[in-house]
């Protein structure tokens, strides 16, 4: 993938003299791309960097990110921002030039890349920066959805909305055609990437893939060629996910199939891709002659009372019980005990409805 990577401070563009060293460090005789995420602080430092390289006689091509596809067109003077999308250009990229390629056709492939894909991200809390304390700019119960790497404020405030639902609107958001953000339409191949933004448990970021790879094939009509899970541009401490879209043909699917030494890049016996079958609903069973089978009888008997009464209260006192419970088993457990008898409870009660 990369061979450096310029550090600055805490959510700051790093300084031209550190830039300068390390294109210093880096660069051979077949020259030196650098990938820079469009914000304007790293913009001038880099361009400035790169001009000085130059200066200096080093080969230097430069390629701008900005994935964004948060907020709508106008895009204002800045432009879309550099999201979790410009780890794939990356990707693409270092493939091309272990490949042999020359500087302007890895510039060339990384600048391809780079207008193929398109990333929004939904912040569940706010990340922390180092020695200050949290903005409570985001109160309980609220997402944030299309936000920055850097602790920005994302593009609108919402209620906390379940996985599906939110994920149908990001890929929506990226997808859409009136903004027209990324080249893809029905029919076409793509890959996705869900990305943890750095407080984001893997297992909640599979659920995301697991919604977004239906959505994707049965509403957008789109093929799920690769599938990347994991955090690969956290924001510190930030709880949420970021989900890109890149439109895919073989010479992208063979750069990101590359082999790579990078340490978190996944890779798959298969080439990390998706289950090829839709998930389809299990239809009910046919055991089952009928609904009154299963339905209360119109008359109870005065035993048939009681029993109602009893199994209604007994479960009303599972469901009332689930904390203590679940504090009991925290001691000598995994503390879930009390959930568990509590969905037990719930659905006995549901069932009595019916």
């Not at 701008?64 to 999201?83: E, F, K």
């Amino acid at each position: 993938m990369l061979t450096a990577a310029i550090c600055g401070d805490v959510f700051a563009s790093p300084p031209v003299d550190s830039i300068l060293a390390g294109i210093h460090a880096v660069t051979g005789p077949m020259g030196c791309l650098l990938i820079v995420t469009n914000y304007t602080g790293d913009r001038l430092n880099f361009g400035l960097a790169a001009e000085q390289a130059k200066s200096e006689g080093y080969k230097v091509e430069i390629v701008i990110v900005g994935d964004d596809c948060a907020l709508p067109p106008p895009r204002g003077i800045a432009g879309r921002r550099g999201l979790a999308g410009t780890i794939l250009v990356n990707k693409i990229a270092g493939a091309a030039a272990a490949a042999g390629l020359s500087l302007a056709d890895v510039a060339a492939e990384a600048k391809r890349a780079s207008e193929m894909v398109g990333t929004m991200g939904v912040a569940l809390s706010v990340c922390t920066l180092p020695g200050q304390v949290t903005s409570d700019r985001l109160g309980p119960g609220k997402m944030e959805l299309g936000l920055g790497i850097h602790g920005e404020p994302g593009a609108a405030v919402a209620d906390l909305q379940p996985v599906d639902v939110v994920v149908s609107h990001v890929l929506k958001q990226i997808l859409s055609t009136e903004t027209n953000y990324v080249p893809i339409t029905r029919g076409n191949r793509v890959v996705l990437m869900i990305n943890g933004l750095g407080a984001t448990p893997v297992m909640e970021l599979m659920i995301a893939a697991g919604k977004a790879v239906p959505n994707l094939q049965l509403e957008h009509g789109l093929a799920v060629e690769r599938v990347y899970t994991g955090s690969f541009m956290t924001s510190l401490d930030m709880a949420g996910f970021s989900i890109s879209i890149m439109k895919a043909d073989e010479v992208i699917l063979k750069h990101l199939d590359a082999t790579t030494k990078a340490p978190h890049w996944p890779v798959g016996v298969d080439g990390n891709r998706p289950p090829a079958k839709i998930p389809v609903p299990m239809p009910p069973s046919h055991s089952m002659k009928s609904d009154e089978s299963l339905g209360r009888p119109l008359q109870l008997s005065q035993q048939g009372h009681v029993l109602e009464v009893t199994i209604e209260a007994a479960a009303e006192a599972v469901v009332n019980l689930r904390d203590r419970l679940n504090e009991w088993d925290s001691k000598v457990g995994d503390g879930d005990c009390g959930s568990t008898m509590y969905r037990g409870a719930t659905a006995i009660l549901e069932d009595k409805k019916k």
